[in-house]
Nanobody, 123 residues
Framework: QVQVVESGGGLVQAGGSLRLSCTAS????????MAWFRQAPGKEREFVAA????????YYADSVKGRFNAIRDNARKVMYLQMNSLKPEDTAVYYC????????????????WGQGTQVTVSS
């Protein structure tokens, strides 16, 4: 029904920038939120950023606030994650998710997930 696909991962040096994109198709996202999560090896999946699909509000984890920016384009059903001043600790598989639950920073609030894209930040 709903297809969520993220892309744009790669290898970048510390201090560099990278932009991820997430496309959503196959359903209505009215009233649904979209978010970015990440998971490093041996660690639990953690919240990165979220944007309300209808309200336009954005939320960020403290670890990325001021460095990452989530941008949405509802007309094209695309959400971007602009990552600046990347650090080695940002290395993880990044997942895009869509859903309508709460709280917005909890992964259980999301019903649809992409397959993930690898981001590796070298020192």
């Amino acid at each position: 029904q709903v297809q969520v696909v993220e892309s744009g991962g790669g290898l970048v040096q510390a201090g560099g920038s990278l932009r991820l994109s997430c496309t959503a198709s196959g359903g209505s996202f009215n009233g649904r939120n979209m978010a970015w999560f990440r998971q490093a090896p041996g660690k639990e999946r953690e919240f990165v950023a979220a944007v309300t699909w209808s309200g336009g509000s954005t939320y960020y984890a403290d670890s990325v606030k001021g460095r990452f920016n989530a941008i949405r384009d509802n007309a094209r059903k695309v959400m971007y994650l602009q990552m600046n001043s990347l650090k080695p600790e940002d290395t993880a598989v990044y997942y895009c998710a869509a859903g309508g639950g709460v709280p917005i920073h909890n992964d259980r609030a999301y019903n649809y997930w992409g397959q993930g894209t690898q981001v590796t930040v070298s020192s």
